[in-house]
């Protein structure tokens, strides 16, 4: 009866997932065609939402639309909006969330170019921060002409800080030790879980440095947007946070008032007839006009998570996380042997990760640069460690100036768990052919012989690494030990030593690209994904083979799963092979045209 039970509700559970991925899948489908653009548009950037490198790979995404944006959909849509004689303004929200500092960034960049369309823009803060962080996200907000907040909302201005637990006590008294090297002095992974209570001389001094530059990057940009002298912008940093009373009084803000009456605002100030229409949907508004004629093929690929050897096929509901080197390297060789493709723009976000897994990126990019297909290089957020590792050989690396990168280092090690295990009472015996064969086993720490092994391999891929750099950016070999040893660079101070060329984000990449293949400035561009995004209908197949393969091997209910894939099989067929607006739109990018 038990077993009978299992099974039911194991089929009853698909049965109501795929049910519910069905209905949301064909109430986008078989919406009509998208409007027409209305006469008078005001376009709304949700930015208290996450902003994402790119949607997630995840099939169960399908699920959640609306949740995030990627960054560079935002761009597109100012820069569009900006030319649009329909787009009267932009109006954006914030909320509690914080946006990175280098999307923040590349958003002010776009406003800045956006003003001088002479069109309006307005901000809508609940609060800024709240009770929490709000830096990155007023900084961003000072961008727009008119900001508005909410009575009772707060400005959480406080300047910017790094905190960090360190566990080595706590390791110590359950009997765990963390057992790793790193080369060199400022590689600091690891040190939360190796030292007491505070972080070690050298990489103290380090980030206290960096965390300095990037206060004063946030500081120069809200005295620009306020139009108020450096000095004082810091002391007003200072001071934070403010209440709503105060953040009027010191010029935070142009307006208290709430949303409703931030609507009417936008009413009066684009027309009665006006929408507020978001970036998706605007972008919608040009889907099908395809590429320009003659314009030039770039493909994107995004570098994005941790570096490991193979992808994780986007299986995890969560999406992915993780830069699979053999996804990557394929999509080089895929736009390397597409004969339409003239210029590679490689978008990296990622803090690291395998060294073997880097080299085998690295070895793509140069692949692709060999046979004539220059690769520029866009930095987001984080590009360290192994994200520096894949960049290096760029055709030319643009960073924004809070992009996180360099740490030319490494480290490597174990948490060894030995005196865990004598305090619970388990005993350990072992039988092996060589000292060494269990170099990586967790139930003890390194003898000296594995030790030594373990720092020759951190030796050889250090030495490697190093040189890699020195090669790549033309940068004498005497010089490295400043630029390496595991620090960390801001990209404002990446530029200095030559780690990078450029300073920007999508758009300064762009410009490179066009350099590059000696183009006009404002030549247009046809920007695909590499490799291209599932359609709609892909990623509902997948869900349903997920969770029907899941139900199916808990309650042995395959006849169930049988007769379901028949009912749906004619909508999915029918979608599959559909050229409605919304397949177009998680197909490609075409018409990133400037």
């Known amino acids: 009866m038990l077993k009978f039970i299992t099974r039911f509700f194991a089929v009853i559970g698909f049965v109501a997932v795929a049910l519910i991925a069905l209905i949301i899948f064909l109430g986008s489908y078989m919406q009509e065609k998208i409007e027409p653009e209305p006469d008078n548009v005001v376009l709304t950037l949700d930015l208290d939402s996450p902003i994402v490198e790119q949607n997630a790979a995840s099939p169960f995404s399908l699920a959640m639309p609306g949740d995030s944006v990627p960054l560079l959909d935002i761009l597109r849509a100012i820069d569009h909006a900006a030319k649009d004689p329909h787009v009267k303004g932009i109006a954006a929200r914030f909320g509690t969330g914080q946006p990175g500092l280098a999307q923040a960034q590349e958003i002010r960049a776009a406003l800045a170019h956006f003003g001088e369309s002479h069109k309006f823009t307005y901000a809508f803060g609940t609060d800024f921060g709240e009770f929490g962080l709000g830096d990155r996200a007023y900084y961003l907000a000072s961008a727009f002409d008119g900001l508005w907040l909410q009575p009772v909302g707060t400005v959480s201005l406080t300047g910017v800080a ?16 963390a057992d790793f090297m790193q080369r060199e002095e400022y590689k600091s992974l690891m040190e939360p879980a190796q030292r007491d209570n505070s972080f070690s001389p050298p990489v103290r001094a380090e980030m206290q440095i960096m965390i300095d530059d990037l206060s004063d990057q946030i500081a120069s940009g809200i005295a620009v947007s306020r139009k108020w002298e450096l000095p004082h912008a810091k002391e007003i940093m200072a001071q934070g946070p403010y209440t709503d009373e105060e953040a009027l009084q010191a010029g935070l803000v142009t307006k208290l008032g709430y949303a409703d009456e931030f609507d009417d605002m936008l009413d009066d100030k684009a027309g009665k007839d006006s929408k507020q229409v978001d970036v998706e949907t605007y972008l919608g508004y040009g889907e099908g006009h395809g590429a320009a004629k003659d314009s030039a093929k770039i493909a994107l690929i995004y570098g994005t998570g941790l570096i490991t050897e193979r992808d994780s096929g986007g299986d995890g509901l969560a999406g992915d996380h993780v830069m699979g080197a053999d996804s990557i390297a394929t999509a080089f060789d895929d736009a390397t042997s597409d004969k339409d493709v003239k210029a590679i723009l490689f978008r990296v976000d990622s803090p690291g990760g395998s060294p073997a897994a880097s080299e085998t990126i690295r070895r793509a990019v140069m692949h692709a640069e060999k046979k004539g297909k220059p690769v520029i290089v866009s930095m987001g957020e984080v590009a360290a460690s192994g994200g520096y590792w894949i960049a ?9 100036p809070a992009t996180l990168t360099g740490s030319i280092g490494v480290v490597a090690g174990k948490f060894a768990a030995d005196g865990l295990l004598q305090k619970a009472g388990v005993s350990m015996d072992r039988l092996s052919t060589a000292e060494n064969a269990g170099i990586w086993d967790m139930t003890r720490g390194f003898t000296p012989p594995q030790r030594a092994r373990v720092d020759a391999l951190l030796d050889n891929t ?12 033309n ?4 010089k490295m030990p400043d630029i390496a040893k595991g620090r960390v660079w801001t990209g404002d101070q990446a530029i200095k030593i030559g780690l990078v060329d450029a300073l920007g984000g999508y758009s300064v990449a762009m410009d490179e690209t066009r350099k590059a293949l ?8 046809d920007l695909v994904i590499y490799p291209a995004p599932p359609t709609p209908a892909e990623r509902l197949v997948k869900l349903l083979h997920r969770f029907g393969s899941e139900s199916a091997a808990m309650a042995g209910g395959a006849s169930a799963l049988a007769k379901m894939q028949s009912i749906l099989a004619p909508f999915l067929n029918l979608a599959a092979g559909s050229d409605h607006p919304v397949n177009a739109r998680m197909q490609n990018m075409d018409g990133f045209h400037e």
């Open 162 to 177: 790094i905190n960090s637990p360190f566990a080595k006590q706590a390791l110590d008294k359950i009997g765990v030790t």
């Open 392 to 400: 290096m050989n760029g055709t030319k690396i643009i960073a924004d």
């Open 518 to 525: 000696k183009l006009e400035p404002d030549a247009p561009v």
């Open 462 to 473: 250090y030495h490697a690494f190093v040189a890699n750099v020195a090669a790549a950016r």
């Open 475 to 478: 940068i004498p070999m005497e």
